[in-house]
């Protein structure tokens, strides 16, 4: 990669408020060069987005951004949103991943490296080298399931199409068309994957070990994840 490239990191956040400061400090600490960070929050009761602004006006991390949603909340809304912003300001990589330290900060160099020859890197848990033991059985099965569910009914050509943890570049986050993007929760990443796959992106896997949030707790819920099966049969069946 030609390192004076811009490399948008979009970290879509909800009451992320005992991870964001450390996640923003080790983002800058990869000391990779032309990136920037941009936390998309959904107005987090937790003060999240009180804590991002105080690290912008600090001035220690360059191009430090926050987005505050106004919209209804969403991990896919917030995907969308901060996927549009990446593109106005000028992104030429666009990396996205979720604010708990379950994506590690230390594989973005291995993502970036890898979408130098392809147009969409996804961080996987289940290519060689891939690790997802950390968190209980519970999670882990419901991710198992729910990626073979989306995979095999969409044919997705990738293992881990749950994961949120992906570098694009330009190219291809342009192909994707962001603002159009429908899903408000979680499916966001089966619907990026369709359409890459329609516009025919070339899509790496990169292995990665996938760690249990650091602080916190899950947004994911019942019914976030019926909301999640329900988005893929009707991309499977009801699509033309
Ligand atoms: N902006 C925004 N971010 C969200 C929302 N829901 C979840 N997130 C963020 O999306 C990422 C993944 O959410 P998380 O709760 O860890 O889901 P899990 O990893 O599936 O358990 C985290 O960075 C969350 O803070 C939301 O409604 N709006
Ligand atoms: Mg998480």
């Known amino acids: 990669m030609t390192s004076s490239l811009k490399v948008l990191v979009v970290v879509p956040t909800y009451d992320e408020a005992e991870n964001i400061e450390a996640l923003i400090d080790a983002l800058y600490g990869l000391k990779v ?129 749950n994961s949120g943890f992906r570098a694009y570049s330009r190219k291809a986050m342009e192909a994707i068309h962001p603002d159009t993007l429908e899903s408000a929760g979680p499916s966001i990443v089966h619907e990026v994957l369709v359409r890459g796959r329609d516009a025919g992106l070339k899509v790496r896997e990169v292995p990665i070990e996938f760690v249990d949030r650091r602080k916190g707790g899950s947004k994911l819920d019942f019914r976030r994840l019926a909301a999640g099966y329900w988005w893929v049969l009707k991309a499977r069946f009801f699509r033309p």
């Not at 001035?59 to 106004?70: D, V």
């Not at 891939?130 to 095999?152: C, E, H, K, P």
């Open 33 to 161: 060069r032309g990136l920037e960070v941009l936390v998309v929050d959904d107005s987090s009761p937790d003060g999240t987005s009180a804590i991002v602004e105080e690290l912008i006006a600090g001035g220690l991390y360059g191009g430090l951004r926050l987005m505050t949603r106004k919209g209804p909340a969403g991990r896919g809304w917030a995907g969308r949103d901060g996927f549009v912003e990446a593109l106005a300001l000028g992104a030429d990589y666009i990396v996205e991943m979720d604010a708990d330290f379950s994506h590690q900060p230390r594989h973005i160099p291995e993502l970036l490296a890898a979408v130098d020859d392809c147009d969409m890197v996804v961080g996987s848990r289940f290519v060689g080298g891939g690790v997802d033991q950390d968190r209980g059985l519970v999670r882990r099965v419901i991710t198992r399931v729910a990626n073979a569910f989306a995979r095999s009914l969409l044919g997705l050509p990738v293992l881990d199409c």
